[in-house]
């Protein structure tokens, strides 16, 4: 009778969870599914046939030129965006901590660029950047004509032009998590240290940073997976270029699928990225589970 | 731990049920039957949508078009998503640029029934335009815009530095010259092209007429190999890059410009003397510089012929109704309906007399098409194209020299050929 009632139990909560597990097997499984697929396949167009070849595809685009750059500017791109968001945000989250008067507004104000839809924020860009009519070489030619600056037309300067529109982009979403964090840390700590004798920035280094950090680890999760995926800013400004120096991994696999219709390369490149950056996350996990046994483990002794 | 392996084998197991279902190849063109059919044009066709829509039912009766707008950022990607994905638009415009690769793939259907039903004939349109859409003895793409390129210029400017008008028969070393005196650094360029990866069919739009004129091309006679690095490919190259490099006759950002988004404006602005325009800029630049009280001027490019873009209309592999599609196409290309719209200069010869077509500030625009030519129809030329654009810009900026940029255009190009 009562195992009955659970069974019972049971199936009503499958029930209920049923449509929400299709629609992840379909939207989340199912694409990651094909992309192993077709990187393990040539893939012939309209109908996505596909045939079975190994690793070829793999070896294919491990050998094309591009590669290493791509690899290095991913790289670069995902650390350096990484560290502006979070200067900027940390910046910004500190002094909206403050209970200065409208500091209220000015939190709403510092959304904007967040708020802002990709491609316009790109375009903004893209006009101040401009070297001919654009409004920071506009203000530099009023220091010294000969210093302005060609920023997405050339090759040292374009990537990290980007870079830094891209975190502008971005960096409300750190204040704002940073924000939260800050606001949820109990008074009694930072007194407390102050009657201690710390100063401003002991309590920021051995109270708040720690108080703050799952908040900052889930950042840094959060924001890595934003770098690598990003695609629209850099799109719009440079589109990869000049001659292929702002390239990052994910416009190269738009340019394989779409430019070069090879469906197989680009799934091949994508499934790369998928286990670089699941590499990390499993590594984390594993180590943080490690940790917390081992705590455990002293608690108990 | 039994508990989630299971749960895992089971997820697994529905998702590579769910990739089996659909890896079933998709259904190919159809005809439904419907007599609604759908339609994709640039989203610089909005004003004669209404009229399109309303007259293509008067003329068909019980027949509706719908049209998509789609904008020229991403055009080609989304129709190709459209097409593989299953839910294409059953008539699809596509630039000449667009055409020869998704024909390579078999995303478009053979529109030769089309043409002897509805009695068209490759002669009735701008040829260069035409042939970009023939592959072995099908023809794929019908073709309804002819757009070459022509050089436009601002007079004003010429006057003030003292300097001759460009004339039809100009050379490239008298464009050079002139565009020499016209620059003052950091304040006016004389000459514009544009070199972005982000729009690469206004690189081919600046660069080509260069290499042409230089006698050059992309690829030999019968589209097996790569020619950029012979004697002619390098000279077009080394002009091109020493417009930027040594002479610094155009815009110091060139490397990141396209001509719509960035140089367009500066000749609206009045910091660009000469620029190689298409029909559809016409308009908006005349209304500009009347609005400066400027005086401007059009003729054939310096040396060369130009590049002849265009559009042609299409029917993608996986249409739902064909025969719709083919309907709305052969009455759209007739040339008292392809006239009658004032957007894009038509494709069809006949409506040269139709029309604000037949105004003669469009003149040197037929004549153009009669000297233009066209990029290779090759299945390739997405590709080679990319690969053209991106050593054009190391060239550009040096990382290479127009000799080292030819002959890895021509070792890339060949590998892929």
Same mark, same amino acid.
């Given at each position: 009778m009562k195992s009955k009632k659970i069974l019972q139990e049971r199936l009503t909560a499958y029930s209920l969870v049923l449509p929400c597990t299709i629609v992840l097997l379909v939207m989340m499984i199912y694409p990651i599914i094909q992309v192993l697929q077709f990187s393990f396949s040539n893939v012939s167009l309209p109908d996505f046939q596909t045939q079975f070849v190994g690793l070829k595809n793999f070896e294919r685009v491990l050998l094309k030129p591009e590669i290493a750059k791509d690899a290095a500017n991913t790289v670069i791109w995902t650390i350096a965006s990484l560290i502006i968001r979070f200067a900027l945000g940390t910046v910004a989250a500190l002094l909206l901590d403050t209970s200065i008067k409208g500091m209220k507004a000015l939190r709403v104000f510092a959304m904007l660029p967040w708020i802002m839809p990709s491609i316009v924020a790109a375009n903004v860009w893209r006009w101040l950047y401009s070297t001919d009519f654009g409004v920071i070489n506009y203000f530099l030619r009023f220091i010294d004509p000969n210093i302005t600056i060609n920023w997405l037309g050339n090759p040292s300067s374009a990537l990290f032009s980007v870079v830094f529109a891209f975190s502008w982009t971005g960096f409300p979403f750190v204040m704002l998590m940073l924000l939260a964090g800050l606001q949820g840390i109990p008074v009694d700590y930072k007194e407390a240290a102050r009657i201690d004798g710390a100063n401003p920035f002991n309590v920021f280094v051995h109270i708040t940073v720690p108080c703050l950090k799952p908040v900052i680890v889930t950042l840094i999760a959060l924001q890595l997976i934003d770098g690598i995926n990003s695609f629209d800013m850099l799109f719009n400004l440079t589109a990869g270029g000049p001659g292929g120096s702002s390239e990052i991994f994910s416009l190269a696999i738009y340019r394989y699928a779409f430019s070069n219709f090879d469906f197989s390369g680009s799934s091949a490149l994508s499934v790369m990225l998928i286990i670089v950056i699941a590499i990390p996350f499993f590594a984390y996990e594993i180590i943080s589970s490690l940790r917390q046994r081992k705590n455990r483990l002293k608690e108990g002794a | 731990m039994l508990k989630r392996v299971v749960a895992l084998f089971t997820i697994a197991c529905m998702a590579i049920t769910l990739a089996s279902c659909s890896s079933s190849p998709k259904s190919s063109a159809t005809s439904s039957g419907s007599k609604n059919v759908t339609v994709w044009l640039g989203s610089w066709w909005k004003d004669q949508v209404p009229s399109i829509e309303k007259n293509f039912a008067q003329d068909n009766p019980g027949y509706t078009v719908k049209i998509q707008l789609e904008p020229i950022d991403n055009y080609l990607e989304n129709a190709v998503t459209a097409i593989v994905g299953g839910t294409p638009p059953d008539a699809l415009d596509l630039d000449t640029l667009m055409i020869p690769t998704p024909i390579g793939q078999n995303l478009l259907c053979p529109l030769d029934s089309m043409m002897q039903q509805y009695n068209l004939k490759a002669s009735d349109f701008v040829s260069q335009v035409y042939n970009v859409g023939v592959k072995g003895n099908s023809v794929y793409a019908i073709p309804d815009r002819a757009a070459p390129s022509v050089l436009f210029y601002n007079k004003t400017m010429f006057d003030k530095a003292g300097v001759a008008y460009p004339t039809d028969s100009w050379t490239k070393q008298q464009l050079l010259s002139a565009a020499q005196k016209l620059t003052i650094p950091g304040k006016q360029y004389g000459y514009g092209i544009a070199a972005s990866n982000s729009d690469p069919a206004n690189v081919m739009t600046s660069f080509c007429p260069i290499l042409w004129s230089s006698g /050059?091309?992309?690829?030999?006679k019968d589209m097996t190999k790569a020619t950029l690095s012979t004697p002619q490919g390098i000279a077009g190259i080394k002009y091109y890059v020493d417009l930027f490099r040594?002479?610094?006759?155009?815009?110091? /950002?060139?490397?990141?410009?396209?001509i719509t988004k960035d140089l367009l404006p500066m000749l609206e602005n009045g910091t660009l003397a000469m620029l190689p325009i298409g029909d559809s800029n016409m308009n908006p630049l005349i209304d500009a510089f009347k609005a400066h009280g400027w005086q401007w001027g059009t003729t054939l490019e310096a040396a060369g012929p130009t590049r002849e873009g265009g559009w042609s209309m299409t029917i993608p592999s996986t249409a739902k109704n064909v025969a719709g599609a083919e309907k709305f196409i052969a009455w759209f290309v007739k040339p008292n309906n392809i006239s009658s719209q004032n957007i894009v200069m038509p494709g069809v010869k006949s409506a040269k007399g139709q029309g604000l077509w037949k105004d003669p500030m469009w003149n040197v625009f037929w004549v153009a098409n009669d000297k233009s030519q066209d990029v290779p129809a090759t299945p390739k030329w997405s590709q080679v194209q990319n690969i053209v654009v991106i050593d054009l810009q190391k060239a550009l900026q040096g990382s290479m020299t127009p000799e080292q940029a030819a002959k890895d255009m021509d070792s890339q190009i060949d590998a892929i050929l």
């Amino acid at each position: 009778m009562k195992s009955k009632k659970i069974l019972q139990e049971r199936l009503t909560a499958y029930s209920l969870v049923l449509p929400c597990t299709i629609v992840l097997l379909v939207m989340m499984i199912y694409p990651i599914i094909q992309v192993l697929q077709f990187s393990f396949s040539n893939v012939s167009l309209p109908d996505f046939q596909t045939q079975f070849v190994g690793l070829k595809n793999f070896e294919r685009v491990l050998l094309k030129p591009e590669i290493a750059k791509d690899a290095a500017n991913t790289v670069i791109w995902t650390i350096a965006s990484l560290i502006i968001r979070f200067a900027l945000g940390t910046v910004a989250a500190l002094l909206l901590d403050t209970s200065i008067k409208g500091m209220k507004a000015l939190r709403v104000f510092a959304m904007l660029p967040w708020i802002m839809p990709s491609i316009v924020a790109a375009n903004v860009w893209r006009w101040l950047y401009s070297t001919d009519f654009g409004v920071i070489n506009y203000f530099l030619r009023f220091i010294d004509p000969n210093i302005t600056i060609n920023w997405l037309g050339n090759p040292s300067s374009a990537l990290f032009s980007v870079v830094f529109a891209f975190s502008w982009t971005g960096f409300p979403f750190v204040m704002l998590m940073l924000l939260a964090g800050l606001q949820g840390i109990p008074v009694d700590y930072k007194e407390a240290a102050r009657i201690d004798g710390a100063n401003p920035f002991n309590v920021f280094v051995h109270i708040t940073v720690p108080c703050l950090k799952p908040v900052i680890v889930t950042l840094i999760a959060l924001q890595l997976i934003d770098g690598i995926n990003s695609f629209d800013m850099l799109f719009n400004l440079t589109a990869g270029g000049p001659g292929g120096s702002s390239e990052i991994f994910s416009l190269a696999i738009y340019r394989y699928a779409f430019s070069n219709f090879d469906f197989s390369g680009s799934s091949a490149l994508s499934v790369m990225l998928i286990i670089v950056i699941a590499i990390p996350f499993f590594a984390y996990e594993i180590i943080s589970s490690l940790r917390q046994r081992k705590n455990r483990l002293k608690e108990g002794a | 731990m039994l508990k989630r392996v299971v749960a895992l084998f089971t997820i697994a197991c529905m998702a590579i049920t769910l990739a089996s279902c659909s890896s079933s190849p998709k259904s190919s063109a159809t005809s439904s039957g419907s007599k609604n059919v759908t339609v994709w044009l640039g989203s610089w066709w909005k004003d004669q949508v209404p009229s399109i829509e309303k007259n293509f039912a008067q003329d068909n009766p019980g027949y509706t078009v719908k049209i998509q707008l789609e904008p020229i950022d991403n055009y080609l990607e989304n129709a190709v998503t459209a097409i593989v994905g299953g839910t294409p638009p059953d008539a699809l415009d596509l630039d000449t640029l667009m055409i020869p690769t998704p024909i390579g793939q078999n995303l478009l259907c053979p529109l030769d029934s089309m043409m002897q039903q509805y009695n068209l004939k490759a002669s009735d349109f701008v040829s260069q335009v035409y042939n970009v859409g023939v592959k072995g003895n099908s023809v794929y793409a019908i073709p309804d815009r002819a757009a070459p390129s022509v050089l436009f210029y601002n007079k004003t400017m010429f006057d003030k530095a003292g300097v001759a008008y460009p004339t039809d028969s100009w050379t490239k070393q008298q464009l050079l010259s002139a565009a020499q005196k016209l620059t003052i650094p950091g304040k006016q360029y004389g000459y514009g092209i544009a070199a972005s990866n982000s729009d690469p069919a206004n690189v081919m739009t600046s660069f080509c007429p260069i290499l042409w004129s230089s006698g /050059g091309d992309f690829l030999n006679k019968d589209m097996t190999k790569a020619t950029l690095s012979t004697p002619q490919g390098i000279a077009g190259i080394k002009y091109y890059v020493d417009l930027f490099r040594t002479y610094k006759v155009v815009p110091d /950002g060139t490397l990141n410009y396209s001509i719509t988004k960035d140089l367009l404006p500066m000749l609206e602005n009045g910091t660009l003397a000469m620029l190689p325009i298409g029909d559809s800029n016409m308009n908006p630049l005349i209304d500009a510089f009347k609005a400066h009280g400027w005086q401007w001027g059009t003729t054939l490019e310096a040396a060369g012929p130009t590049r002849e873009g265009g559009w042609s209309m299409t029917i993608p592999s996986t249409a739902k109704n064909v025969a719709g599609a083919e309907k709305f196409i052969a009455w759209f290309v007739k040339p008292n309906n392809i006239s009658s719209q004032n957007i894009v200069m038509p494709g069809v010869k006949s409506a040269k007399g139709q029309g604000l077509w037949k105004d003669p500030m469009w003149n040197v625009f037929w004549v153009a098409n009669d000297k233009s030519q066209d990029v290779p129809a090759t299945p390739k030329w997405s590709q080679v194209q990319n690969i053209v654009v991106i050593d054009l810009q190391k060239a550009l900026q040096g990382s290479m020299t127009p000799e080292q940029a030819a002959k890895d255009m021509d070792s890339q190009i060949d590998a892929i050929l």
